[in-house]
């Protein structure tokens, strides 16, 4: 019995000029809910300008060894032509930088098309995502989504005064059990 939700891979844009890249994961019930989940783990105090989501079941992803042995799997029953969302890796510490969009029937055609399309690219990891499994947050809500929020002062960190909660609570504690003993 599964008793997790699906994964859910998180891209953001942290700046209108910037490419997206992968930030990391959460696991949801489903796309709309994955976004508003990332938007509050990844985007709470950096402001972003967009996210995109995309079930850990729709990525295609091929390693550089992967590649290297020649092998993928037969040709499938060929599907309609649609886009597919290109991310590579190309550092060990680096994360999955979007390098753009290619147009193809299945994953593999796509990734031949990709390594067309951006041959200066020598990736670790390629993943492509058919662009018709992504939610897209709408980039007329960006500042309503992911800009500061004026007034919602739990954004800032000198609010989580954790430290002196601890001692307060501690120091409580030693109180209870010192009455307790002298009682």
Request: aromatic share 10%; with cysteine.
């Amino acid at each position: 019995m599964e008793t997790q939700w699906p994964c859910f891979y998180v891209f953001e844009k942290p700046r209108q000029e910037a490419a997206f890249i992968h930030a990391g994961s959460v696991h949801a019930p489903d796309l709309e809910l994955a976004l508003l989940i990332a938007r509050d783990v990844f985007a709470r105090r950096p402001s972003r300008t967009a996210m995109w989501i995309a079930p850990e079941s729709a990525t295609f992803s091929r390693t550089k060894e992967q590649l290297a042995t020649g092998e993928h799997p037969g040709e499938g029953d060929p599907e309609e032509e649609r886009d597919f969302q290109v991310f590579a890796k190309t550092s060990q510490k680096g994360v999955c930088v979007h390098q753009g969009t290619v147009r193809a029937r299945e994953p593999w055609i796509a990734l031949a098309a990709a390594q067309q399309a951006f041959p200066k690219v020598r990736a670790l990891v390629w993943w492509l995502i058919p662009d018709d499994s992504l939610l897209k947050s709408d980039p007329e809500q960006a500042a309503l989504l992911y800009g500061s929020s004026p007034g919602k002062e739990y954004r800032h960190e000198r609010n989580y005064p954790v430290r002196t909660m601890m001692r307060e609570i501690m120091a409580r504690s030693q109180q209870t059990k010192k009455d307790e003993h002298d009682g």
